[in-house]
């Protein structure tokens, strides 16, 4: 009698087929490949299933997912295999299956999978049996289904279970940086590519994952988005109709032009005084300016650079570009304790920063001083603002899907009000500030008013308003005001100190 259980995903059989002691008329009613016979042959019983969400409908009454299993795709079809895979793994139910495929499909989707194996091989036995060793001492998941701590959890287990080192950036078009995490995409399943980085980062908040370079992009400065086309253009008029041209100087008329315009035949001829040019260094020279404008008729020793992005259509300038790093993650020792026992360390105010990308309170402070100089001799007008919570932890508990609800939108509308200048920071697990460079007392209470309102709304729509105290507070610095350090500043914003 066999421990594993295999359920065999087959898209050349219309219904499921539950083969237990009846192996010999299963392989004469059905018309199965050989391929699948050696794994009838080969264990007392199995299911042959056309897809995983069959195969979980039939077997979920037996509880056959919750017992050692493997999960074997077999298809010429490619397209049928990823999609298969995605869908099981997509699923809480066999998301860390041992999964095997009959053939490698060459595409990120094979980052989840097992191995593959043309046809029944004992390898697939001794890396199910390796994968089950360590399940089988995971405590039971805490979170339902429906959360993201559930994937969040089965993605260490995932690592875990499969000695995996640690997840890599890899190259794709669709992701908003260039880059993204398969295994992270496949097993916490955010709703859009290259999203996945933000539950990579928020694990690394818990002390669960570590991360270090591993690449570097250019990103617009404006949506972030990766997809920057750099052009050579104009410095007069910013046309890109430009042309690498060879021009002369005559020296007795002084006149310049392009070469073409001197060629008579097999001499050359000024267009300005029609005298010939036979000498150079005596008649004539060739001066540096190599480009010339179609448009504006400008000429130029080098043209200038400018950026267009491809997504949002907005230009900007090299030197605006901006230059972001690309992480790998990896479990710490203690991310792999986490994986066992399956409670993760909850402080949903780190997510918040997290995903807002704040600096440190005394980098923060530092940058406040240099701000603070600036207004205090030139009289150049900022403001700051201060973004208080307080969310009780029973609530987390309590109303999950609606606090993730809320914190997700919530990032979204502080996001949405601050620009790529402002510069956030985050203090006590309770704070959240910003420096807003440039804006006058006007601009700093608009942006005050606009987050009150969609924050009640929010409140509101999500039924927290009760449960959920905030306030936002804004001041605003001009070469009138009489703050002289950060800390008065600060301590405005907190205490009301006037």
């Not at 897809?51 to 074997?72: C, G, R």
């Not at 004992?122 to 060793?133: G, L, Q, R, V």
């Not at 908040?205 to 052009?231: A, D, G, Q, V």
Request: aromatic share 10%.
């Amino acid at each position: 009698m066999n421990i594993l259980y295999p359920v065999i995903i087959y898209d050349g059989v219309g219904i499921n087929i539950k083969v237990k002691e009846n192996k010999e008329e299963t392989m004469k009613n059905f018309l199965l490949p050989l391929e699948i016979k050696g794994f009838i042959s080969r264990f007392d019983e199995l299911l042959i299933s056309p897809s995983i969400d069959d195969a979980i409908i039939e077997l979920s009454k037996e509880e056959k997912f919750l017992e050692p299993h493997f999960i074997y795709i077999f298809s010429d079809d490619t397209e049928f295999i990823d999609n298969q895979i995605k869908a099981t793994r997509k699923n809480s139910i066999t998301t860390l299956s041992p999964l095997f495929v009959s053939t490698n499909t060459y595409t990120e989707a094979m980052s989840v999978v097992d191995g593959h194996f043309k046809s029944f091989s004992e390898m697939i036995i001794e890396k199910s049996t390796e994968i089950w060793e360590i399940l089988e001492k995971f405590s039971p998941n805490p979170y339902a289904s429906t959360l993201p701590e559930h994937r969040r959890v089965n993605f260490i287990r995932f690592l875990t279970s499969r000695n995996i080192d640690n997840e890599k950036p890899i190259l794709k078009k669709e992701a908003i940086t260039g880059f993204f995490y398969p295994r992270a995409y496949y097993l916490i399943n955010p709703n859009q590519i290259g999203e996945e980085v933000f539950d990579l980062n928020f694990l690394k908040s818990l002390k669960i994952m570590e991360s270090y370079i591993e690449n570097k992009t250019s990103l617009c400065p404006f949506c972030e988005h990766y997809n920057l086309i750099f052009r050579e253009v104009c410095p007069a008029c910013g046309s890109v109709k430009i042309k690498l041209v060879e021009f002369i100087h005559h020296y007795s008329c002084g006149y310049i032009g392009p070469i073409t315009e001197f060629i008579k035949g097999d001499k050359l001829v000024c267009p300005k005084c029609h005298e010939e040019l036979k000498h150079i260094g005596v008649d004539y020279d060739k001066p540096l300016e190599k480009y010339l404008c179609e448009d504006c008729g400008s000429r130029f020793l080098e043209p200038d650079v400018d950026v267009l992005c491809a997504n949002c259509k907005k230009k900007t300038t090299p030197e605006d570009v901006k230059s972001e790093f690309i992480h790998a993650f990896s479990l710490t020792p203690f991310g792999k304790v986490v994986s066992f026992e399956g409670n993760l360390p909850i402080n949903v105010f780190e997510e918040i920063t997290s995903a807002l990308g704040v600096v440190n309170i005394s980098v923060f402070t530092f940058i406040l001083e240099k701000f603070l100089a600036i207004t205090q001799r030139y009289g150049r007008p900022f403001c700051v603002l201060k973004i208080e919570f307080q969310l009780p932890t029973e609530l987390i508990s309590e109303l999950p899907l609606r606090v993730r609800t809320f914190i997700k939108d919530l990032i979204k509308i502080i996001k949405d009000n601050l620009r790529n200048a402002d510069i956030v920071s985050a203090s006590e697990n309770k704070y959240i500030f910003a420096i807003l460079p440039e804006t006058p007392p006007s601009g700093g209470e608009r942006v005050k008013e606009r987050l009150s309102s969609q924050i009640e709304r929010l409140l509101e729509k999500n039924k927290l308003a009760s449960l959920i105290n905030y306030s936002i507070k804004v001041v605003c610095i001009t070469e009138d005001s009489m703050y002289s350090t950060p800390q008065e500043i600060i301590d405005k914003l907190i205490q009301g100190k006037e």
